[in-house]
């Protein structure tokens, strides 16, 4: 028997369009690397043309929003605006967590270039996810660090039990590259974690990605993050 895995993405969808067609692009991906293990991964985003947009009571908002409920995982991105339909998704997705711990919640902001500054209503829901809920901000600005905060926050919610580690500067997935490491800060601009790297490369070891790889702030840790 095939098991489903139901994944929410809220974002504002003019505003990162490539960013919402990669991830698509991705899933599909995970999808052809899951299918000999019987999981699949159905993606919603409300610009999908199999979703119900007939008339209906309450809107296409209601149809919207009683996905998000039953969704094991919730993916949402901000970038340089705060739309309220995004607002309104996080706050949903939120509110069904605390009360059915279902669907897990992931926030991801995209970085706003060096030269602007970041918009209030951006740190108005930075703050609530650092002081309100005692989380910590997630940041990405290549898209290769959001798929691999897919691949992760799949595999240690316990959704997929794959074999995920990094070598060759490759992520692979039971044996299988899935994407670069050169774009993903986590292993590009982190010395300690590149000089492990060129040595373990010595050695022809291949590093396990989730057990020691993770890193705050640029501290290592010796557990995987756990969600909200």
């Not at 895995?5 to 490539?18: G, K, P, T, V, Y």
């Not at 010595?202 to 396990?208: D, E, S, T």
């Not at 057990?211 to 705050?216: E, L, V």
């Amino acid at each position: 028997m095939t098991k489903t895995i139901s994944f929410f993405l809220a974002s504002s969808i003019n505003e990162i369009q490539l960013d919402r067609l990669s991830i698509g692009d991705f899933i599909s991906q995970l999808n052809n690397l899951y299918y000999s293990k019987n999981i699949f991964i159905k993606l919603y985003k409300c610009e999908n043309d199999y979703m119900d947009h007939s008339v209906m009571e309450g809107g296409s908002q209601k149809y919207l929003d009683d996905i998000i409920r039953t969704s094991d995982l919730c993916f949402v991105i901000f970038w340089k605006k705060v739309g309220d339909y995004t607002k309104h998704e996080l706050e949903l997705a939120l509110e069904s967590y605390a009360k059915n711990k279902q669907p897990k919640v992931v926030v991801y902001f995209k970085k706003i270039p060096e030269n602007e500054s970041i918009p209030k209503d951006i740190e108005n829901i930075m703050h609530i996810i650092d002081v309100e809920l005692k989380h910590y901000h997630r940041e990405y600005d290549h898209i290769d660090s959001l798929k691999l905060g897919i691949i992760t926050q799949l595999q240690v919610n316990g959704f997929v039990d794959v074999d995920l580690f990094v070598d060759n500067n490759k992520v692979y997935c039971d044996n299988n590259a899935l994407l670069p490491v050169d774009n993903i800060p986590l292993f590009s601009s982190n010395k300690e974690y590149s000089d492990l790297l060129n040595r373990l490369r010595c050695n022809f070891y291949k590093k396990p990605l989730l057990r020691k790889s993770f890193c705050r702030d640029g501290n290592f840790l010796s557990e995987p993050i756990s969600l909200l």
